[in-house]
Each structure stands twice: as structure tokens, then as C-alpha cells.
């Protein structure tokens, strides 16, 4: 089966991204062009075939496609993003999955949730409860899961955007954050505290390698000596965005 991801192209508004939990710095939009350029490429490089969402360019966050849309099997969930601003971001990603033969729920209003805010791993999906994904959203999300064998735990956020924005899963299960920004480490059984923030998130690109930023040098070495393969990333311009390299694509395994 081709190991696909979605990803979208940055919108020339990127720089007036929304912001929660961080001031503003300034974005270099032909920066950010390259760094997706490269995330772009180390997925490739990797194996994964990437698919292109249809720009939003008058959406200044719609790079951050993996909020749009949660995909367990052949099932797609197209999300309700908290933020108004992001909710049409939604349409071009249900169109790209709909071509490529995928079953459609929807999260309907007035239920709200994030895809960032939606973490899987063998079989249970934690739902993170913050200032993006609500209740009714988490158990739509739940509905539409559990007749696939999804268990859906909620977990409480408020330190941070989003729940992938505060804790990933390494390829063994073993769920890795910076404890700081994690409301409640206690609800997962083996929890491994890294030491810089931009470390706590990981794509998994096969079950020895993950992808993650280059802003996390201790992390990346701590990784290592678990026997993992590290491919980093700088995202540097979507790190000021609240970004991470979770949330710049969708990873369909077949
Ligand atoms: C937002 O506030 O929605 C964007 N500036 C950042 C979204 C990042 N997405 C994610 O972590 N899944």
C-alpha cells in the first residue's frame, strides 16, 4: 500500500496566523516557502508520496492542514476547526480525500475540534479538551471512531494549543512531552518527559524513524539512544505560529 500525506501549501497570508499561548514575531514568508519546501522533500525522501490539498491562500493557517481532517483506515473525518477564521479550511481537504476514494463523516456545529488536538496510537485516540475542541466534538469524533475499534479517551488542555502540541507518541507507544505543557502525564501508562518543547513532537515516518524539528538537539539525541532514526526539520517560521511538524501534514497509511 503507498504510504501517502496530505500537506497544503503555505498561503502568502501565513504570517497573519492566529496566536494563543505566544507573542508575535515576525514570519519570513519566503523562509517558511523553503522550510515547507524541505518538510516537503524529507517526506519523500522517507517514502511518503505527497498529495497536494489546493492552496487556501486567503486562509493565513490553512498550511497547518492537519487540523482539518482526523483519517482512521478508510474513514475521513473532516474536522469543525474551534477557530472561525480556519473553518474554511476544511472544504479543499474533504474534496482531495473524497477523490482518493476515502468514507466521509463530518464533525457538525455546534461541536468544534482541531485534527491537532486528536492523538492515535494502536487502537486508542485521545481527544485533547481545550480552547479548540469541544465536548460534542470529541464525541462526535467518538461516534464516528468507535464502530472502527477506536477507544476514545478525552484528556484536559490548557497549557497549550493543541494536545499534539504538548505530547506525541514515539513509534513504541511511549508518549513523549514537555511536561510543563502537560496538564495530566498521569493518563498515559508510559510517559517520557523531553527537555525542550519543540521534542515533544514526532511524526512517525516507520516503525525505527520519526521526523522532527531541528530546533531540539537534546531531544533528537535522547531519541537516538532509544535506537531510533531522526530525520529534523527547520520549521522555524511555523514554530512562530504555533506550528509543529505534526500539524504541516495528514499521514494516510494506505
Ligand atoms: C492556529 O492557531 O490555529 C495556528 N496558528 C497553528 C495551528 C497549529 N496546528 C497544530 O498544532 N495542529
Avoid: N
Avoid at 7 to 26: D, N, Q
Avoid at 47 to 76: M, N, Q
Avoid at 130 to 140: I, L, W
Amino acid at each position: 500500500m503507498p504510504r501517502r500525506a496530505l500537506v497544503r501549501r503555505p498561503s502568502p497570508r501565513l504570517a497573519e496566523g492566529l496566536l494563543t499561548h505566544v507573542e508575535r514575531v515576525p514570519v519570513d514568508v519566503d523562509l517558511a516557502l523553503q522550510q515547507w519546501d524541505g518538510y516537503v522533500a524529507a517526506l519523500q525522501a522517507e517514502g511518503w508520496e505527497t498529495v497536494e490539498v489546493p492552496p487556501a491562500p486567503e486562509c493565513p493557517d490553512s498550511v497547518f492542514v492537519e487540523d482539518t481532517v482526523v483519517v482512521l483506515a478508510d474513514l475521513a473525518v473532516v474536522t469543525r476547526p474551534g477557530a472561525d477564521e480556519r473553518k474554511p479550511e476544511t472544504a479543499g481537504t474533504e474534496q482531495v480525500l473524497r477523490e482518493l476514494g476515502y468514507r466521509m463523516e463530518r464533525i457538525e456545529a455546534p461541536g468544534t475540534l482541531d485534527g491537532g488536538d486528536v492523538l492515535k496510537h494502536d487502537g486508542t485516540v485521545w481527544v485533547g479538551l481545550g480552547g479548540r475542541t469541544d465536548r460534542s466534538g470529541a464525541e462526535q469524533l467518538a461516534r464516528h471512531l468507535e464502530p472502527l475499534g477506536a477507544r476514545v479517551v478525552g484528556v484536559p488542555l490548557t497549557k497549550v494549543l493543541h494536545l499534539k502540541s504538548a505530547v506525541t507518541a514515539l513509534p513504541d507507544g511511549t508518549v513523549v512531552g514537555f511536561e510543563e505543557l502537560v496538564d495530566d502525564p498521569s493518563v498515559w501508562t508510559s510517559f517520557l518527559p523531553v527537555p525542550e518543547e519543540p521534542g515533544a513532537h514526532v511524526v512517525l515516518l516507520d516503525e525505527e524513524t520519526v521526523l522532527m524539528s531541528a530546533a531540539a538537539p537534546a531531544t533528537r539525541r535522547l531519541y537516538e539512544d532509544r535506537g531510533l532514526r531522526v530525520v529534523a526539520v527547520d520549521i522555524t517560521e511555523f514554530e512562530k505560529l504555533e506550528g509543529c511538524v505534526t500539524c504541516l501534514s495528514v499521514r494516510l497509511r494506505g
